[in-house]
T-cell receptor, first 113, second 110 residues
Framework: DAMVIQNPRYQVTQFGKPVTLSCSQT?????MYWYQQKSSQAPKLLFH???????NEADTPDNFQSRRPNTSFCFLDIRSPGLGDAAMYLC????????????FGSGTRLTVV | GEDVEQSLFLSVREGDSSVINCTYT??????LYWYKQEPGAGLQLLTY?????DMKQDQRLTVLLNKKDKHLSLRIADTQTGDSAIYFC??????????FGTGTRLTVIP
């Protein structure tokens, strides 16, 4: 089945130690998104790639970076995780500009110790 | 950016109908969505409605859209215990972004 896969489901990292979360898709969608969802809050968009074009949200901290080496894969890099970065990170894709076509992965829950 | 508001909690008895409400500010949202999130899981798209529609029905789900009042609702008929989850309303801006509400936690009482 075509889908969005996030690895790992759970990630524990040390305070200040760089960590990378991964997302892959078999949908061949043009757009890939990363959302951060803190406990009991709504998902918040960090950034997205439209093909190779990177679009950063204005209030996304510099600590968060992303890479999209090809259509299928997108990575979220947190350069120096703080305790406040503990959250669920959701990857999503869409073929183009939405229209009912957003597909979310199962998420990676990040714990910072 | 868009603001999307929902009530935080809703409890219903199994077999009753649930109605989850949402208000939004950006009238240019082309599509409006309902997502379901079970504990520890990602977001599952339940249904969506195009902004020029008033109503959409999909099996047990009915979406009503009042564009004038910027009000969206999701009705779940014959609510089951498996429907217990958090339900997010989301609007889509022209900038290719989903704005989510705070989510409504639905609890179904057996």
């Amino acid at each position: 089945d075509a889908m969005v896969i996030q690895n790992p489901r759970y990630q524990v990292t040390q305070f200040g130690k760089p960590v990378t979360l991964s997302c892959s898709q078999t949908l061949n969608h043009n757009v890939m998104y990363w959302y951060q969802q803190k406990s009991s809050q709504a998902p918040k968009l960090l950034f997205h790639y439209y093909d190779k074009d990177f679009n950063n949200e204005a209030d996304t901290p510099d600590n968060f970076q992303s890479r999209r080496p090809n259509t299928s894969f997108c990575f979220l890099d947190i350069r120096s995780p703080g305790l406040g970065d503990a959250a669920m990170y959701l990857c999503a894709t869409s073929r183009d500009k939405g229209g009912g076509g957003y597909t979310f992965g199962s998420g990676t829950r990040l714990t910072v110790v | 950016g868009e603001d999307v508001e929902q009530s935080l909690f809703l409890s219903v008895r199994e077999g009753d109908s649930s109605v989850i409400n949402c208000t939004y500010t950006d009238s240019s949202s082309t599509y409006l969505y309902w997502y379901k999130q079970e504990p520890g899981a990602g977001l599952q798209l339940l249904t969506y409605i195009f902004s020029n529609m008033d109503m959409k029905q999909d099996q047990r789900l009915t979406v009503l859209l009042n564009k004038k009042d910027k009000h969206l609702s999701l009705r779940i008929a014959d609510t089951q215990t498996g429907d217990s989850a958090i339900y997010f309303c989301a609007g889509e801006t022209g900038a290719n972004n989903l704005f989510f509400g705070t989510g409504t936690r639905l609890t179904v009482i057996p």
